[in-house]
């Protein structure tokens, strides 16, 4: 039972760093479209569509942002009104929105409200 606890927690371990080590600035956005990255800025604004959309504008105010965090469904639960001007990263898939940079989010997961370290 002990190995098997010691393998899962270096498991997550390491799949944490790969996680980092694929961090990507708004700048590498369409080197790297297809592809799955994390993408750390700030909020700008945000557009509530719906009870199952919320956009997130982040690297500068609609219409001027540097991409858009589609945020899908009702799995997410934060306190969208504090959002703006606060930091956060998101983890998706890099694609184009009628060719503005875009990465749809449905899983709480997907989204850390803490920059991650430089080293």
Same mark, same amino acid.
């Not at 750390?40 to 219409?63: E, H, Q």
């Not at 589609?70 to 956060?88: H, R, V």
């Given at each position: 039972?002990?190995k098997?606890?010691?393998? &899962? !927690?270096?498991?997550?371990?390491?799949?944490? #760093?790969?996680?980092? +080590?694929?961090? !990507?600035?708004? #700048?590498?956005?369409?080197?790297?479209?297809?592809?799955?990255?994390?993408?750390? *800025?700030?909020?700008?604004?945000?557009? &509530?569509?719906?009870? $199952?959309?919320?956009?997130?504008?982040?690297?500068?105010?609609?219409?001027? +942002?540097?991409?858009t965090?589609?945020?899908?469904?009702?799995?997410?639960?934060? *306190?969208?009104? +504090?959002?703006?001007?606060?930091?956060?990263?998101? $983890?998706?898939?890099? =694609?184009?929105?009628?060719? %503005?940079? =875009?990465? =749809?989010?449905? *899983?709480?997961? %997907?989204?850390?409200?803490?920059?991650? *370290?430089?080293?």
């Open positions: 039972m002990k098997l606890l010691l393998a &899962i !927690f270096l498991s997550a371990a390491f799949a944490g #760093t790969a996680i980092a +080590q694929q961090t !990507f600035s708004a #700048t590498e956005f369409n080197k790297k479209l297809g592809k799955t990255g994390t993408l750390c *800025d700030t909020i700008y604004s945000l557009k &509530i569509v719906n009870d $199952t959309l919320t956009l997130l504008n982040m690297g500068g105010a609609f219409p001027n +942002q540097k991409y965090v589609a945020i899908i469904g009702n799995k997410i639960t934060l *306190d969208w009104t +504090q959002l703006k001007g606060k930091p956060l990263c998101v $983890t998706g898939v890099f =694609e184009l929105y009628k060719g %503005r940079p =875009e990465i =749809e989010i449905a *899983d709480p997961l %997907r989204i850390n409200m803490k920059l991650p *370290d430089k080293n």
